[in-house]
């Protein structure tokens, strides 16, 4: 092949599977990991973590994403799975396939509709207790406030449990 052609050179075949535009650090969904994952850059999760994330950057959970870990990240948004404790300096949002299974700590908490959701949320502070951040990764208890969310759905005999 000459460096300097006329003719065209053939195209790589594309992935069928489409990019994700994400700048940053990704873990496919090939990865495991167990353990402390920690840093200052964006982050998209597509595989298994198991321990604990501390970041000072953005966190995406992909809708592959299994986790089982306390969070912590100036945007938390889950796609995927998540089971543990949630807190977020700015925002933390779960997308509509999102199942998360802990409690939520964040100035601003968004959930779309169809997200699944079993925890507490703290909205009282701008910014998560450190001390409360090591307790909980302790598995120590940690006292929140329970806030209930209204369901927009209207009740209907196929939806009620007296029709059950």
């Known amino acids: 092949m000459a460096l300097f052609s006329t003719k065209d050179t053939p195209q790589q ?5 489409p990019q994700t535009a994400h700048s940053g650090t990704f873990f496919g969904p090939n ?4 353990g402390t994952v920690t840093g ?35 945007n938390v948004t889950v796609e995927g799975k998540l089971t543990g404790d949630v807190s977020a300096d700015e925002k933390v949002e779960l997308v509509a396939s999102a199942t998360v299974e802990g409690n939520i700590k964040a100035p ?4 779309a509709e169809g997200a699944r959701f ?42 009620t449990s007296e029709s059950r």
Not at 13 to 17: D, G, N, T
Not at 108 to 111: A, D, L, N, P, T
């Open 13 to 17: 075949p594309r992935s069928a599977e």
């Open 31 to 34: 990865v495991t990991i167990d």
């Open 40 to 74: 200052s850059e964006p982050i998209l999760i597509e595989g298994t973590v198991r321990g604990k994330i501390n970041l000072t950057g953005e966190l995406r959970v992909g809708t592959k994403a299994r986790i089982e870990a306390t969070v912590h990240a100036k």
């Open 108 to 111: 601003k908490i968004i959930v």
């Open 118 to 159: 079993r925890g507490s949320v703290d909205m009282g502070s701008p910014k998560p207790n450190v001390s409360e951040i090591g307790r909980a990764a302790r598995g120590e208890r940690v006292e929140r406030q329970v806030v209930a969310v209204a369901s927009t759905k209207k009740e209907t005999p196929e939806n």
